[in-house]
């Protein structure tokens, strides 16, 4: 098997890093245990072998395309799907009620990874499908439940999320697309939308479109938008496929990477027959929508994990089988060459993809933690807790591992030298595949506003609160250890400069108004992701090194290496904490005040 | 025409920061003045635009293959190619005797620059070709001058230099293509070479490669190697063209940007045919090369400056004409959308395409205006002082451009979002294309051990006294500037740094020998380069400041946008110098001491 994840890392990171097993106590999770969690792991890690990995190469020379007016995929996608769905990983984490197997977020999503960083292009179809499923089974009614669940959950159907239009990206506000109730309750939408993954494709029977729309009348803004299920196929009385709903394909995006799944620029309405089933009440779309999202945006977060991930691994196995050049204090060319691995600025380079991207895979399955304890925790103002600490940190999940674990790929190319730069080796597929999950979800600049604009401000900053407190145990645990007391004082330095800074920027709100607080927010952004990932490498090298002493030698080595990444990032990485905080005191406007017209002549 | 590099800019840079026209007032460049320069850069901008912007996309998706047993490239190269040659471009700063037009490098590389930024895959044709007339013009016999020259100059021939071997990219000591005397003096190769850029095509007459080879018996590794004129076709005694001289293409190479240029792995004397001319002495191969590479490294960051500046360009274009979103402080969604340039976070990421892509142009030409000093400076002493600075600067020349001009296209991709990754527009192009520059003419982690381990020892840290030299004259300048007072004391504060921590680690040599000095290479090569390229937006700085007052408005506002980059980089990434000094005084071991079996089980 190609080594895409490292099963002992998963293995780590759900057993001794989340104590998942203390999920099953609970009652939704009472029939699992770790007998049922590891065989769905290796079913996972074995069909994203088998299947996703042998696709990837050839679906991303063999982009999707229209042929004989339908959208080609790739030879293996549908059955890679298909294996996927009939194994269950679209249903792991949904209800039973529905088909759904009730498994925890921090399972499925552990399962999921495998499936990314094999083919992260491809699983944008359960991706997307598993969050239109969640959302129908939380806002839907029970003729929608009926209707859509069962058949999104066996991957019958796939879903879409139909947001962004050809002039609204980042600014849903300003969408066109109409919705015109009839006479029979159901509205009428005509539109165009852009950027839809699994848009249109024959690898099953439906697609179910997800789409905000404005019914007219209502209010002006995001305060205006709906949400309605449109499908492709309208499902007659019996619930067997009907006719075509006038959902048009109006082109296919041609991307730089992810090229395996169509990207869809759809016309909804062209001929006035599109019919959509609004969900829940009028003009709640964005509210229900945004609802949903944290787990979409965990996924786009796992998604550039793995592309790092895959990157990091196969750049490992490369630096360790090829040889080039000797050591500094060593240089006679009458010796042998040594394995790259040896060279300190290639371990350098591994190092950090190490620190990136196993940082990365922490924070996303500690995300799916939160989601578990929101959902599931026997303790009300628990689950309002873990709800709140999830908001605040879900601008972290999705965009640091997307920025570097993008950086994490860069690495790998690197290692490889010429080779990674041609595509008979897959680090530069991956360098261009996740160079998406910078920009989807909410681009990472809009995530630095959202963050720093709202989420260390709701509830009178009570998830920041939250969040330094889970800062505090870790470090209250990791202040037993001797060995890493340099990691202690550090992150508590580092702790109450991101307090300062905060408290000095929102007093500033009321000095300078929200320009000149917001001016900066991506500097704040990096400062604030910096103590995350901080912090959840201390809580790793803790749990290495109270398991350390009574471990065999090869997890020794495993626990090493959690130490040494760390070290690696409290030393690399961390300090720059330092000079963010003071641009970010200074109120600097340096970006906000460069005039249009002196950037350039 | 496509605005790719601001004409305004380099005007700004070759009369205004650099003052090339001082330059004529020596004899090599008597016959130029500024009258011959302009025309040269409009032919060069006209040129870029009508033949080289207008292939770029086209070469990138249909790169050069095998058809019919020869290597065609896309529609359009040829003529561009012949136009860039019959305008005077590969001859521009070669001497006149074979038929150069002995400009300034300095101008000839701002002339360069357009075709680059327009089109930098095929540049490498062009780039190749000006670096082995050079060769051949300081090493080369007369025979070799007479049959070779005045062709590569006029663009009858191009060159290719072969260095690297599958097995040997980085670590030229262990090449193995061999070069055996024969009876009549002249030597025969045999071996593979790699990576060979523009080693086969049907552009022209004849390809002259530059092969490095082991004559058998002389010394093991880099002493033994020597260089050998191998051209593709061999010429008959009154110069025409002759017969094959057995250099067989084994493959291409599939990259992922820079596709236009075919880049081959080429097997020399399958057949035993294959005749090499040696250039100047045995072993003395390795030597040659690189009194040369000097320049190439410079046409490799000139390269990456302008990847960078065309994304740019775009990018801010991009930005003055979408709309998306509204002002913080103002989102009522009745109001008018505004131009996305009017958001603090894009002009970041304009602000900071602008600090990289503009600085690195800076700088390329400056090294330039190094060149055409060791070469033509009436002072003995001066010109050897250029050559050891430029010796010095030339790691920061070729990576620091490669890797934040890297990072420039990335935010061009943010900038325009969804739009950035299709290949509908550039910018994804520039991004791929870009990542090659990191990689070939030494990887930046060599240039990171070649600027610590071996640049700021030489003469006893001669060009280092130097380099410190230039920045005490621009501060001197800049201290009569009131508004600079703050850039002032940065660059003084951060010189103090980079000399302090440069003679601790010089100092920590003795103490724990080479291993432990250059362990952390990459991290002085970041914050030694942070100090050039500070100097250099300092230099730029001080020359706008000075200029505004008697300005128009236009040239205010350009005036304005080059203070506000300097005030972007030393206040956004400046600063990082010190974290950067404090980890490499620590003479920290972390990547060091990773041990190979704790990277990943």
Request: glycine residues 8%; hydrophobic residues 40%; contains cysteine.
């Amino acid at each position: 098997m190609t080594n895409i994840i490292s099963r002992r890392d998963i293995d780590f990171l759900l057993y001794e890093f989340l104590d998942v097993e203390k999920l099953c106590e609970r009652d939704y999770f009472s029939e699992h245990d770790k007998d049922i969690f590891s065989p769905m792991l290796d079913t996972a890690e074995q069909i994203a072998n088998d299947h996703f990995v042998t696709c990837a190469e050839s679906g991303d020379k063999n982009m999707a395309e229209l042929i004989d007016g339908k959208v080609e995929m790739a030879e293996g996608s549908k059955a890679a799907m298909d294996n996927l769905c009939e194994a269950g990983f679209i249903a792991a984490s949904l209800d039973n009620e529905y088909g759904g197997l009730q498994l925890p977020s921090t399972v499925s999503n552990a399962c999921m990874s495998f499936f990314q960083a094999a083919n992260v292009g491809l699983c944008g179809l359960p991706m997307l499908t598993i969050g239109v499923a969640n959302l129908i089974n939380v806002y839907g009614d029970e003729e929608q439940k009926t209707n859509f669940l069962p058949r999104l959950l066996t991957g019958h159907f796939y879903g879409t999320m139909c947001l962004s239009e050809p002039h609204a990206g980042s600014a849903l506000t300003d969408i066109r697309t109409k919705a015109e109730k009839q006479d029979d309750g159901n509205y009428s939408i005509s539109g165009n939308k852009m950027w839809i993954t699994g848009g249109e494709h024959e690898l099953n029977d439906n697609i179910v479109h997800l789409v905000l729309a404005k019914i007219p009348g209502g209010p002006a803004g995001v305060k205006g938008i709906s949400l309605f299920i449109v499908p492709r196929y309208r499902l007659n009385e019996d619930g067997s496929i009907g006719e075509d709903n006038d959902v048009a394909l109006a082109g296919l995006n041609h991307k730089m990477g992810q090229r395996i799944t169509p990207n869809c620029l759809l016309n909804f309405g062209e001929n006035k027959q599109c019919t959509g089933y609004l969900v829940g009440e009028p003009h709640r779309g964005l509210e229900y929508m945004f609802h949903m999202m944290n787990e979409a945006r965990i996924a786009v977060g796992l998604a550039a994990a793995c592309c790092g991930y895959a990157g990091y691994l196969y750049s490992l196995d490369y630096a360790r089988e090829r040889t080039q050049g000797r050591a500094p204090d060593n240089k006679d060319p009458n010796n042998k060459m040594i394995p790259i691995i040896q060279h300190s600025d290639v371990k350098r380079m591994l190092l950090a993809q190490k620190a990136y991207s196993e940082g990365s895979l922490a924070l996303c399955l500690y995300a799916s933690s939160l989601v578990d304890d929101e959902k599931t925790h026997p303790d009300a103002s628990a689950r309002e807790d873990a709800h709140l600490l999830l908001d605040l940190l879900i601008p972290v999940v999705k965009a640091w591992p997307s920025e570097w674990c993008l950086e994490a790929n860069k690495h790998a190319i690197q290692i490889l030298g010429g080779y990674g730069y041609t595509q008979d080796y897959p680090v530069e597929r991956l360098y261009r595949d996740n160079r998406l999950n910078m920009i989807h979800e909410g681009t990472n600049g809009i995530h630095g506003i959202d963050l720093l604009g709202r989420k260390v401000l709701i509830n009178d900053g009570k998830g920041l609160k939250l969040f330094i407190a889970e800062i505090d145990k870790t470090i209250a645990d990791a202040s037993n250890e001797e060995s890493l007391a340099e990691y202690v004082t550090s992150l508590i330095e580092s702790k109450d400069i991101v307090i300062k800074t905060t408290e000095a920027l929102v007093a500033a709100v009321a000095a300078s108004g929200s320009n000149v607080f917001l001016a900066n927010s991506s500097t704040y952004f990096d400062m604030f992701s910096n103590l995350v990932i901080a912090w959840l490498w201390l809580k790793q090298a803790d749990v290495a090194t109270k398991s350390m002493t009574n471990a065999y030698e090869a997890d020794q080595s495993f626990y090493h290496g959690k130490i040494q990444a760390c070290q690696y990032f409290f030393r690399f990485d961390l300090p720059k904490i330092k000079t963010q905080a003071e641009l970010l005191c200074s109120l600097d406007t340096t970006c906000l005040d460069m005039p249009e017209e002196a950037f350039a002549c």
